[in-house]
């Protein structure tokens, strides 16, 4: 993670900006103290006060915390993941990769689940990956020509809900015709729901490479180009070309939801390293 170390850089600041009034206190004064002013730059070098409060600013403790604790942000476990992803896809039906992102699911019931998502030329791909096993244990492939509608917008409940969830979230619908069945909306397990929704990673503040690829309004619109470009060249007959883009409340149709409350306290729809066991 030097990356992250690198934000400890306005201490360097601080110093070239200390280091450079002393040289201009060195043209003021008289040559007879000339040397005292050369003597200066190391002093300051070597105080330890103010790094030790830019490094305390910047690192800070629920920043040490994520670093620790998700697999996603151990050195070199990123890369491997998008090589072990990029392997996967199907040229001949997905094409070339656009983007590659790394974001939270949330599933009707409002459980978080991490995700490696990529947008192709033909397809949205949504892979469920072990970071810990270094292992893509599922591929949700989505044609882009069927993308009809992209909505985003903050998170809702119905009135009566004790769940509660903060920030923003991306859902994209690719079958605005089909609404999902009275057994599937009950089912935690269902998996036959026409929409996917889509929030930022916890790690997304960490540094600014983390901050692009949990980007979910970039997302929302290079996919939204992805798409347009697909309808235009590959149109479903019987089926409305384009994309609707909406700028609304994400509805989940969730009343108590303990299961997610207990799960998304703990992240255990995160790879994070758990006391002795890897989850």
């Given at each position: 993670?030097?990356?992250?170390?690198?934000?400890?850089?306005?201490?360097?600041?601080?110093?070239?900006?200390?280091?450079?009034?002393?040289?201009?206190?060195?043209?003021?004064?008289?040559?007879?103290?000339?040397?005292?002013?050369?003597?200066?730059?190391?002093?300051?070098?070597?105080?330890?006060?103010?790094?030790?409060?830019?490094?305390?600013?910047?690192?800070?403790?629920?920043?040490?915390?994520?670093?620790?604790?998700?697999?996603?942000?151990?050195?070199?476990?990123?890369?491997?993941?998008?090589?072990?992803?990029?392997?996967?896809?199907d040229k001949e039906?997905?094409?070339?990769?656009?983007?590659?992102?790394?974001?939270?699911?949330?599933?009707?019931?409002?459980?978080?689940?991490?995700?490696?998502?990529?947008?192709?030329?033909?397809?949205?791909?949504?892979?469920?990956?072990?970071?810990?096993?270094?292992?893509?244990?599922?591929?949700?492939?989505?044609?882009?020509?069927?993308?009809?509608?992209?909505?985003?917008?903050?998170?809702?409940?119905?009135?009566?809900?004790?769940?509660?969830?903060?920030?923003?979230?991306?859902?994209?619908?690719?079958?605005?015709?089909?609404?999902?069945?009275?057994?599937?909306?009950?089912?935690?397990?269902?998996?036959?729901?026409?929409?996917?929704?889509?929030?930022?990673?916890?790690?997304?503040?960490?540094?600014?490479?983390?901050?692009?690829?949990?980007?979910?309004?970039?997302?929302?619109?290079?996919?939204?180009?992805?798409?347009?470009?697909?309808?235009?060249?590959?149109?479903?007959?019987?089926?409305?070309?384009?994309?609707?883009?909406?700028?609304?409340?994400?509805?989940?149709?969730?009343y108590v939801g303990?299961?997610?409350?207990?799960?998304?306290?703990?992240?255990?729809?995160?790879?994070?390293?758990?006391?002795?066991?890897?989850?």
């Open positions: 993670m030097a990356e992250v170390k690198e934000e400890a850089v306005p201490g360097e600041e601080q110093q070239k900006q200390l280091s450079h009034t002393s040289e201009r206190a060195e043209d003021t004064q008289p040559a007879a103290r000339s040397e005292d002013a050369e003597e200066r730059p190391p002093e300051v070098t070597a105080a330890p006060s103010i790094p030790q409060n830019d490094a305390s600013s910047v690192v800070s403790p629920v920043n040490q915390f994520r670093m620790k604790r998700f697999f996603v942000l151990r050195p070199g476990t990123l890369n491997q993941a998008l090589k072990d992803i990029e392997a996967l896809v039906v997905d094409g070339s990769i656009h983007s590659i992102w790394l974001m939270a699911e949330v599933d009707h019931w409002n459980n978080e689940k991490e995700r490696l998502v990529l947008i192709t030329d033909s397809s949205l791909l949504v892979c469920k990956y072990d970071f810990v096993m270094f292992n893509c244990e599922q591929v949700q492939r989505i044609p882009l020509n069927f993308v009809d509608r992209i909505s985003y917008g903050s998170f809702s409940f119905p009135k009566h809900s004790i769940l509660q969830r903060e920030g923003e979230g991306v859902r994209v619908f690719w079958d605005r015709l089909r609404e999902p069945s009275f057994t599937s909306r009950w089912n935690p397990f269902a998996t036959d729901f026409p929409f996917i929704t889509f929030t930022y990673h916890p790690v997304r503040n960490i540094n600014d490479k983390f901050t692009s690829l949990c980007d979910i309004q970039k997302f929302r619109e290079q996919l939204k180009e992805a798409a347009q470009k697909v309808h235009a060249m590959k149109p479903v007959p019987g089926k409305a070309n384009g994309v609707l883009v909406l700028n609304q409340n994400i509805h989940i149709e969730a303990l299961m997610s409350f207990l799960g998304n306290q703990n992240k255990l729809g995160y790879c994070m390293a758990r006391g002795n066991i890897g989850f």
